[in-house]
């Protein structure tokens, strides 16, 4: 949940670089492999789902909105088939009101894939996942043991599907 993230104390101990780099390692190359080797189909778009519950506007200062212009900037230039949907939920009054500045950073096919949402947001989240694949805290029956936000359940926490991961990408970096 955005609300929670302390982005200074995170620039503490890296950069905006490198959680950009991180992005790109983790989400396009790591879990996308995982996702094509567990499936056998190719896996090349994502949903998203950005809680905004808990944001106000002392959250969104100049270091965020850097960080966000960034993120979306790289996504989209470099990567704009990869998010297939993105739903912006618990959406503040505030953030309502930022959007229409927000929304031209983005090309108008990424703009497109993106709904934004107040607090009436479940049944349009369960169209696209499975209730039991849907954290409770967002209207579906996931209760991740430590918590949802926290889980990092996936093919790509398989470890026989990790070492597989790291195998292919030392081979393609020799």
């Known amino acids: ?19 950009l780099l991180y992005h790109i390692q983790v989400l ?3 879990k ?21 519950k808990g944001v106000t506007m002392k959250h969104m200062n ?11 900037r790289l996504d989209q230039d470099y990567y704009p088939e990869y998010l297939g949907k993105m739903f912006i939920v618990n959406s ?12 031209p950073w983005l090309d108008k096919r990424t703009q497109k894939k993106i709904e934004v949402h107040g607090s ?15 954290p409770e805290f967002l209207g579906g029956s996931c209760r991740c043991l430590e918590g949802c936000e926290n889980s990092d359940a996936g093919p790509w926490s398989n470890s026989f ?14």
């Open 32 to 52: 996308f492999t995982a996702c094509l080797k567990q499936s056998g189909k190719t896996i090349s778009q994502s949903l998203t789902i950005l809680d905004l």
């Open 62 to 72: 100049k270091q965020v909105r850097h960080f966000i212009q960034k993120i979306s």
């Open 92 to 103: 503040p009054t505030a953030f309502k009101a930022m959007w229409p500045m927000i929304k």
């Open 120 to 134: 009436n947001f479940t049944s349009k989240l369960l169209e696209f996942v499975d209730s039991e694949n849907l």
């Open 28 to 30: 396009i190359d790591r």
């Open 161 to 174: 599907l990790q070492v597989l991961y790291e195998h292919a990408h030392a081979e393609a970096y020799q």
């Open 1 to 19: 949940m955005l609300g929670q993230l302390n982005l200074d104390e995170i620039l503490k101990v890296t950069t905006v670089e490198q959680m």
